[in-house]
């Protein structure tokens, strides 16, 4: 599943979180439609208290939803790719009117705001190598703010294991 990575940070964080919390976030991670019950067990925790600690973690910006993991291929999405995209000049307006517009095309299944050689990333499912090449044609070379862009073949896509460390 790719996670809805964002850098935002939330500055006005209530608390921090302690080895329940991370316990709790840690099952979820793994399995988002555990019962009350099984994220009780796994934390540690009387069950009656599970829903207030995840309404807590929801408040306090630390847990964002709760997200199904969508086999794109399964839905027909035989290509994915992610695309590299240099932005012309890095005037707000245009890089607030990119990042709004790039979401909402076709096929795009997320959107990251790089630093370094790149601006932007999007990571595109699309039914065939014709039609990804026809969203690249349409929505990016035609984009007044964009001004190259470069597009990598995903082959296969494994989740990483990186969140448990994070949770300790």
Known sequence: ???????DTHASKKRSIDDTDRAL???????????????AAAAGIAESTVSLRL????????LRGFHADIDV?????TVQALVSIKLV????????????????WPGV????HMGGADDYLLHVAARSASDLRDFV????????AVAHTETNLIFEHVEGRGLDDLLG
């Not at 291929?73 to 999405?77: P, Q, V």
């Not at 000049?89 to 517009?101: I, L, M, P, T, W």
């Open 73 to 77: 291929t399964a839905l027909g999405a």
């Open 25 to 39: 976030l840690r099952a979820l991670s793994h399995n988002a439609r555990q019962s009350g019950t099984a994220l």
């Open 137 to 144: 044609l349409t929505h990016l070379a035609g984009h007044p």
């Open 55 to 62: 309404r807590r973690l929801q408040d306090d910006g630390y």
């Open 109 to 112: 299944l997320a959107l990251f």
């Open 89 to 104: 000049k890095h005037v707000r307006s245009e890089v607030d009117e990119f990042r709004r517009a790039a979401p909402s």
């Open 1 to 7: 599943m790719m996670q809805n990575l964002r850098m």
